[in-house]
């Protein structure tokens, strides 16, 4: 049984409209100048990193990659401004949300247009303190850790496919 059969949902081709993105994961990871966001499924032992942002939604940490900002340090910095989190072991790669977007011109002048790709790792991290909450990025009241039957729950609100990311993820990470 392959992936897309046992992740359906988060193997069917999409439309993210907030983005006027069509998207289709896939685990063949994209060339690294087309990432544009990276977005990271954290674990604390176990259990599952999850922000609530102002609008009630639980999101796993991560975000738009600065221009000539390395994975990696995408990676360090969303960790900080959203969940207050640190890396304590090495990110491990696992797909892709390949996309292509129907907008004009790209979101940020440096990033490619109309190709593009969100990069999806998984982390063990250490909660450090309090999100930065950066005035240009989504203000986050809470950090929590959720097992993952409670986290596939909660993080239903970022979209249809996560519950399915995040089963994904944390199948990954317990075989590493």
Known sequence: MTLADRYPLLHTPARWEWGGLDV??????????LVTN????????????????????WLVP?????????VRDCVIRELHEEAGAELVG???????????T????????WQPHPRKAWLWCTADVRLAGAPTNPDDAEQILEVRTFPLAEALDRAATDGPHMPELLTLAAELHRTR
């Open 24 to 33: 289709q994961f896939s685990t063949e990871l994209p060339p690294d100048d």
């Open 38 to 57: 990276i977005h990271v499924i954290c674990f604390v032992g176990d259990e599952i990193v999850l922000c609530r942002d102002s609008r009630g939604f």
């Open 62 to 70: 991560g975000g738009t990659r600065e221009g000539s900002e390395s």
């Open 90 to 100: 090495p990110l491990h790669w696992f797909g892709a949300h390949h996309a292509v």
């Open 102 to 109: 129907d907008r004009p011109a790209p979101y940020r002048p």
